[in-house]
Each structure stands twice: as C-alpha cells, then as structure tokens.
C-alpha cells in the first residue's frame, strides 16, 4: 500500500479533472462554487475519486453531477501533486475526447469554453499553473546527443532539418564543449529552421546564453537547477529540469520550472511513485513509448535523438 508518511496520506485527495477540446481547440472551464476550496476560481471539471473508483469512473461520474454529460472515452494526459495550506492535492488531468449531451454548469456554475491564451488570463488554482504552460507542447521531446556525434556544424543542422522534415515540434541544442563561435552560428540557423516550422526549442545550456540566443527555453541540469534561487527565464519561455531525486523534484518546483525530465530507472511502478511526488509535469526519460509513460502519470517523452551516419 501506500509508503508515504501517515499524515500526509491522510491529507492528500486524488482528484480526477478533464480537458475537454472543442472543434476550435478551446478548453471548457468551469468556476468553483462559492463555499468550497478555492471558490471562485476557474478549474478543469472534475472532483474527487471516491474509495474504489477508477480516474475514469470518477469523471465519468462528476461530469455528470456537475455539466450533465456523459463522457464515453477518456484517457490520461498528466499528473501533478500541489501543496495548498492544509491540503494536498494531486491532480489526475485526463483528455475527455468522446462525450454526448449538453455542458451546462448543473451546480450553479458558470462554464464556458477558453483558449488555451485566454485560459492563462484567468484566475486558476495554484496547481492548474505549471499545466497550461506545457498543454500547447508536442509531448515527444527530442534531446541532442551533443555535437560530438556529427562531424561538422552543418551535418547537425542537415539532421535537425530533417527531424523537423518527421515532424518533431520540440527539440534541444545542446551547448555542452561546443565551441562558443560554432554554437553561436549554428544556433541562430536551428532556431530559424525551427520558427519556419513551428517548432520550439531549447538551448540545454546556461539560462542567460538560451536568451541571448533566442531559444524558446532552457533545459537545465541538476548542477545548475541546485545554484538557482528563482526561476531564471520569464513565463513566456520554458524552463525544463532533468532531475533523479526527490529534492531535485523539490527544488523544480521551488524555482518554479515548468516541465521535468525523469529517467525510468528502476520500472514503471518506481517511475509512477515519484512523478506522484512531482509539482510540475514529467517526461519520462530515455522513453519512446508515450502511450505507457501516460498511463503512468507523465505527459510526455524525452530521449536523445540519433545521430545520423
Ligand atoms: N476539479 C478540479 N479540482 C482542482 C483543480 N485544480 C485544483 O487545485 N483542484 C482542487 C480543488 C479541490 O481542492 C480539489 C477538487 O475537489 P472538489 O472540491 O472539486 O471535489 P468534488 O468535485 O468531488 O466536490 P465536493 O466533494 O467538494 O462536493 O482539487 C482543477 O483544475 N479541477
Ligand atoms: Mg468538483
């Protein structure tokens, strides 16, 4: 059964709650009624998973209660745990992509549907934060093996182009013994390629080189996430952590990172129990398989890309 500490067990409530896309892509939000935790706020519909009760079930049931509609098919998206004063919460975010009937807030509640833009205006609980910072990410995130493994700048570039060309939306430029005139150079070209594409990327690096090089975000280090006091990119770029201990976990969500990278060292069982831990998203690590990585709690995959010959 559960390892964790008799009173923070007897604190933390499991708690299923959905993204529920319309055709243009918007979310449906609902406001916590006046008299409960966090009233007023606007939060991802759902509630509390009774003894028993799958994540599924629960919403199943509380979309029931609270929107009136049926949900047909749902399935995990990303896990979190947040620490309210007196409460922990550990949040089950589904993706709800089958359901019938007519959302209405059957509690009293106003509903409605926001962009993703729009959704991060607005008044939500502490937990929902580190959420909506990575919900527009491609959830494979494609790691560089370092320039090391290609022979020059531009068969780099001819390799990240082409991982571009199969579709990957999130990648990393490793800036870890390159020469800083080569990197400056080949930087500015892979965020161009990128831009053209759509793409984001992050400079896995020092977080004042990834500004100064334009890159989307910064994938940091534990070295350098255990010097950091405080976020050290503004919100509108990312800041993603590769962590393998539970103080690591800790400190990410300290200076307020959004996204964590975790190996999966010792099993899926091991792997599940410590994103339970985590306050941000998790990728799991050296991972293809997203389908299972989901199923266990993370939102998405990490791993190196391979150099081609
Ligand atoms: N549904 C939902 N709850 C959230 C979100 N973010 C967040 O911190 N929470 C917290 C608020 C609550 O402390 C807890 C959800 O419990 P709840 O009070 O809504 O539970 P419930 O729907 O089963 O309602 P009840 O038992 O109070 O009648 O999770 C979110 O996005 N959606
Ligand atoms: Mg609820």
Known sequence: MSSLPEPMARAEVLV???VIRDERGRMLLARRPEGKHLAGLWEFP???????????????RELHEELGIEVDHSEPLLSLTHHYPGKTVRLLI???????GEAHGREGQAVDWYSLTDARRLPMPAADRPMLQVLDLQPCFLRDPGFDAFDSGEAFLGDWQARLDAGQRFLELNADRVDPALLESVAGRCGELARRAGARWLLNGEPALAERLGADGVCLSSG????????????????????????????????????????VEAGWGDFEARV?????????SECEDLE???SHGAFG?????????
């Not at 589904?94 to 019938?100: E, F, L, M, N, P």
Request: contains cysteine; negative net charge; aromatic residues 2%.
């Open 292 to 294: 299972t990585a989901r």
């Open 94 to 100: 589904r993706t709800v992509d089958a359901w019938h």
């Open 46 to 60: 759902g509630g509390k998973c009774e003894p028993g009760e799958s994540p599924h079930q629960a919403l199943v």
């Open 224 to 263: 350098v996430l255990n010097s950091l006091e405080a976020r050290p990119l503004p919100h509108d770029r990312l800041v993603v952590v590769a962590v393998r201990t539970a103080a690591e976990l800790e400190q990410a969500g300290e200076i307020d990172a959004d996204l964590i990278c975790l190996p």
């Open 301 to 309: 995959v990490a791993r190196v890309w391979k150099a081609e010959p």
């Open 276 to 284: 339970a831990q985590s306050p941000l998203p998790v990728l799991a």
């Open 16 to 18: 299923a709650a959905a």
